[in-house]
T-cell receptor
């Protein structure tokens, strides 16, 4: 199993450009999430999905769009990049996110995004 | 109010000694899970240990143990016999029953440096 894969590893954008961060998992996980990590802030949830065709917003969803057409893929779209979106983006997946459940989230290697 | 608080931005420990990384949490849900992740300088998120709110015993995983004090709402990570490879950022996280379908809420992290 490749686990959770993310592409690209690093990207530089100009303000106003759009792009899609790719995320794929081969573990047949139902749950997938996108987090962003900023210095001194920990990880914050952007969007998540509990299954194909179902998505919802997290803590910091503004400026991002997601869709989940297959179990395997969960792309994150930046509609019009802003310098405030400079961050490291992590995709994660899990079998279940039931409260109290032992199932951990498996994280991808991250995408470093720089918006100029 | 912060749901996960890690009060130690940075910690130093001598190689082969034990170290405790602090984590306090805030939730009104009776069912929740607590996680610790390690993030080395390479950037990936590595799951270390899990503690459920109903678990009677403190979790242990090799050199990692979790000092769970439910009444005080603390879930400190103890690393025994520190190794140079333990130098990394450590994040405490919580999964609640409510909120974003059980996604993780992260603290801001503690940077651990192990001295030879």
């Amino acid at each position: 199993n490749a686990g959770v894969t993310q592409t690209p590893k690093f990207q530089v954008l100009k303000t106003g450009q759009s792009m899609t961060l790719q995320c794929a998992q081969d573990m047949n996980h139902e749950y997938m999430s996108w987090y962003r990590q900023d210095p001194g802030m920990g990880l914050r949830l952007i969007h998540y999905s509990v299954g194909a065709g179902i998505t919802d917003q997290g803590e910091v969803p503004n400026g991002y769009n997601v869709s989940r057409s297959t179990t395997e893929d969960f792309p994150l779209r930046l509609l019009s990049a802003a310098p405030s979106q400079t961050s490291v983006y992590f995709c994660a997946s899990s079998y279940s996110l039931l409260a109290g459940g032992r199932e951990t989230q498996y994280f991808g290697p991250g995408t470093r995004l720089l918006v100029l | 109010a912060q749901k996960i608080t890690q009060t130690q931005p940075g910690m130093f420990v001598q190689e082969k000694e034990a170290v405790t990384l602090d984590c306090t949490y805030d939730t009104s849900d009776p069912s929740y899970g607590l996680f610790w992740y390690k993030q080395p300088s390479s950037g990936e998120m590595i799951f270390l240990i899990y503690q459920g709110s109903y678990d009677q015993q403190n979790a242990t995983e090799g050199r990692y143990s979790l000092n769970f004090q439910k009444a005080r709402k603390s879930a400190n990570l103890v690393i025994s016999a520190s190794q140079l490879g333990d130098s990394a950022m450590y994040f405490c996280a919580m999964r609640e029953a409510g909120g974003s379908q059980g996604n993780l809420i992260f603290g801001k992290g503690t940077k651990l440096s192990v001295k030879p």
